[in-house]
C-alpha cells in the first residue's frame, strides 16, 4: 500500500511500469503466503482493488492522451493541406508573373535592369539544353538502345504462390504487427 507524502513533499507519480513492477512483487508474494491465512488474503485483495483501479485510470488516461495526440496530428494534417494549396497558388502566382517579365523584356530587347532593391537579367538557363522527343512517339517505337526496361517483383503473384503453398527460397509470408486499437 502506498504511504502518504510528507507535507511539502513532491509527490512522485505512478508509472504504468512502477504498476506492473507491483503486480510482479504481489505474485511473490502470493506464493508465500499460507492457504488460510485470512488477514494477509485480505490486505492484498484491497491492494489489488487499489492497483486494479489506478492501473485502470492510468490506462484511461493513457489512451486519452494518444486519443487526443491523434486528433491535434489529423488537424495538423488538414492545415498543412491547407497551406500547402496556399503555396502551391503562391508558386503559380509567381511563375506567372515570371513568364509575363521574361514576355516584357524580351519584347523590349532588355537585358539587365537594376531597381532600388533588384537586379533584373534575362539570361539564359544553363546545362544541357532541353531534350525534345516529336510528339505522337511511343517508346516502344524507338530504337531499343533508347528504350529503358524496367522490371519489379509481381508481389501480387508471389503472395498467391505462397498462399497457395508453393515454397519460394527468394519470398516468404510475415507474421502480421499487433497494434493498439482504442475506441
Known amino acids: 500500500m502506498e504511504s502518504a507524502a510528507p507535507p511539502n513533499t513532491p509527490v512522485q507519480r505512478r ?13 511473490s508474494l502470493l506464493d508465500e503466503i499460507e492457504a488460510d491465512d485470512i488477514e494477509s488474503e485480505q490486505l492484498i485483495t484491497n491492494w489489488l482493488e487499489n492497483l486494479g483501479s489506478e492501473r485502470d485510470r492510468k490506462l484511461d488516461n493513457y489512451a486519452a492522451l494518444i486519443t487526443e495526440l491523434e486528433a491535434k496530428a489529423e488537424v495538423r494534417k488538414q492545415e498543412a493541406q491547407r497551406l500547402a494549396k496556399l503555396a502551391a497558388s503562391d508558386e503559380r502566382k509567381a511563375a506567372m508573373l ?5 514576355w516584357f523584356f524580351e519584347i523590349n530587347k532588355l537585358k539587365t535592369v537594376e531597381t532600388a532593391r533588384y537586379k533584373l ?19 516502344t517505337d524507338l ?9 519489379e517483383p509481381d508481389k501480387t503473384a508471389i503472395r498467391t ?12 509470408l510475415g507474421d502480421r504487427n499487433s497494434t493498439i486499437r482504442i475506441r
Open 15 to 27: 508509472t504504468l511500469f512502477n504498476i506492473s513492477d507491483d503486480i510482479s512483487e504481489l505474485t
Open 98 to 102: 515570371k513568364e509575363r517579365l521574361k
Open 121 to 139: 537579367s534575362l539570361t539564359k538557363s544553363g546545362g544541357k539544353p532541353p531534350l525534345i522527343l516529336d510528339d505522337g512517339i511511343s517508346p
Open 143 to 151: 530504337p531499343q538502345k533508347f528504350q529503358k526496361l524496367h522490371v
Open 161 to 172: 504462390a505462397l498462399e497457395a503453398g508453393e515454397e519460394l527460397d527468394f519470398a516468404y
